[in-house]
């Protein structure tokens, strides 16, 4: 079945500085990439996804990138902000309706 | 806005009990969904549904069981519960064919002793 890696475990950075969660996966078939914040004692809310026709995608300050080839895709946030403090979860789903999710990076903004 | 809601928050069972883990869903979506949660492991997918009277099998389905008797509600069902199930769960529930983004509930902190 289908493999996520989420390379980064913690990822600290200063405020105003870019932030990039780098994740992999395993199945050529994957199709949909989507991003999930989990701010503390919370669930998950979605951030931002990319589908396989396309190879970037930006919604204000989250930018990402999808290399099909190298089957890698990443998550890019521009000018953090303390609120971007939280766990972020990268995601592939390659069977129209399962989600295999990354091991999740815990990012931190430094003010 | 979407709503998806679990009960209960927090719970505390015994070796060898029952538990059943409620979620409900106000979104009219076909797919919902149950995970698990754990350090290092992100989220496990359990069991999932495609609609009322559907369950199907995730990754780690062992020990649970899954309940689908309408559209709104989906039930995470642990008949024997042992230590090793000590986690926290997720529902979610989606667009029917999926590649669309899923909407969690608050989760539920099970300890079992």
């Known amino acids: 079945g289908e493999k996520v890696e989420q390379h980064e475990s913690t990822l600290s950075v200063r405020e105003g500085d870019s932030a990039v969660i780098n994740c992999t996966y395993t199945d050529t078939a994957s199709s949909y990439f989507p991003w999930y914040k989990q701010e503390a004692g919370k669930g998950l809310h979605f951030v931002i996804d990319i589908r396989s026709n396309v190879d970037r995608k930006q919604s204000q300050r989250l930018i990402v990138l999808l290399d099909k080839k190298a089957k890698r895709f990443s998550l890019h946030i521009t000018a953090t902000q303390p609120e971007d403090s939280a766990i972020y979860f990268c995601?592939?789903?390659?069977?129209?309706?399962?989600?295999?999710f990354g091991g999740g990076t815990r990012l931190t903004v430094r003010p | 806005e979407a709503a998806v809601t679990q009960s209960p928050r927090n719970k505390v069972a015994v070796t060898g009990g029952k538990v059943t883990l409620s979620c409900n869903q106000t979104n009219n979506h076909n797919n919902m969904y149950w995970y698990r949660q754990d350090t290092g492991h992100g989220l496990r997918l359990i069991h999932y549904s495609y609609g009322a009277g559907s369950t199907e099998k995730g990754d780690i389905p062992d020990g649970y069981k899954a309940s689908r008797p309408s559209q709104e509600n989906f039930s995470l069902i642990l008949e024997l519960a042992t230590p090793s199930q000590t986690s926290v769960y997720f529902c979610?529930?989606?667009?029917?064919?999926?590649?669309?983004?899923?909407?969690f509930g608050p989760g539920t902190r099970l300890t079992v002793l």
């Open positions: 979610a529930s989606g667009r029917l064919g999926g590649l669309y983004e899923q909407y």
């Open positions: 995601a592939a789903d390659n069977a129209g309706a399962k989600l295999t």
